[in-house]
């Protein structure tokens, strides 16, 4: 049987508040963003979009990138506008 693993989960205004505390600054237009662009999962309960602070973590320092390719950056969080 697996273990369960206990985590933190917030909604998006919480998920802004706390990544603050947390010394990110991040809005919550970007979260919604990162969202609805599938770059940072979730998990929609009724109108609510729950995310985990491993996911936002995650998503936030890039680890799920690929590698970065010759002559420029492969992910699209840190992608100039001028590309």
């Given at each position: ?20 505390q947390q010394g990110y ?54 992608r100039s506008k001028k590309e």
């Amino acid at each position: 049987m697996k273990k369960k693993i206990h985590t933190k989960v917030f909604g998006i205004s919480g998920l802004a508040r706390y990544a603050s505390q947390q010394g990110y600054s991040i809005s919550t237009y970007l979260i919604k963003k990162a969202i609805k662009d599938g770059q940072l999962p979730c998990r929609i309960v009724g109108k609510a979009y729950l995310i985990t602070w491993e996911n936002f973590e995650e998503w936030i320092s890039c680890r799920s990138c690929p590698p970065e390719p010759k002559g420029g950056m492969a992910c699209a969080n840190h992608r100039s506008k001028k590309e």
